[in-house]
């Protein structure tokens, strides 16, 4: 909660202003897209293997 709040609150020190409306769009599909994808990958690779999310994850970090 408070690190979107915050994103939106800095956003407008970082775009320009006539850039603005795109940056928040662009964020939102973002963070929408990463949701809507994210649920079923992570069930697909829990499916392929149940240690494989976890190896993933380490692998990511």
Request: hydrophobic share 55%.
């Amino acid at each position: 909660m408070f690190f979107q709040l915050a994103g939106f609150a800095a956003l407008p020190h970082i775009v320009p202003r006539r850039q603005l409306p795109t940056a928040v769009a662009q964020n939102q599909a973002g963070e929408l897209g990463a949701g809507l994808a994210g649920r079923p990958l992570g069930g697909a690779r829990f499916a392929a293997g149940h240690l494989l999310p976890f190896v993933a994850d380490l692998l990511s970090w």
